[in-house]
Each structure stands twice: as structure tokens, then as C-alpha cells.
């Protein structure tokens, strides 16, 4: 499946993609730039996930009554 991509002209802070091209080992701004917001999107949904498990959204997969219909 191809990629959506779109070309976008912003200023960046070049200090911070500097560091941020250190941090993820990229070589150019594109890549700096992709792999950040990969990292961002990343962590927010990991962040909603601990969210949802203290909210206790997934408290019955410890409850085995409830385990063993899902398996029937």
C-alpha cells in the first residue's frame, strides 16, 4: 500500500532537529521530521492504552468465567 505524502513548507527549529536526528539516527529533515511524528502518534497510543487500562476497559480479561465464554 503507497503512502500519502505531502509536501509542506515550515519552519523548524534547526537545534531541535538536530537533536532529534541524533536521538533517532536519521540524516536528513524528511526522515528527522517523519520519524518524530511516527514517534509522537506512537506514544499517544500508548498513553491511551495505559489510560483505558487504568479506567479498567479491559478489567474482565482477568475475571476466567468471562475468558472461558470467550473462547466458546
Known sequence: M???VS???IDLDD???AEAAEILGTTTKRAT???ALAEFVAAA???R???MLED???SDLGDPEVMAKAWR
Request: no cysteine; hydrophobic share 50%; net charge neutral.
Open 45 to 47: 497510543k500508548r498513553q
Open 33 to 35: 521530521v517523519n520519524g
Open 56 to 58: 479498567g476497559v479491559f
Open 49 to 51: 492504552f495505559m489510560d
Open 7 to 9: 509536501r509542506t513548507m
Open 15 to 17: 537545534a531541535l532537529i
Open 2 to 4: 503507497e503512502e500519502a
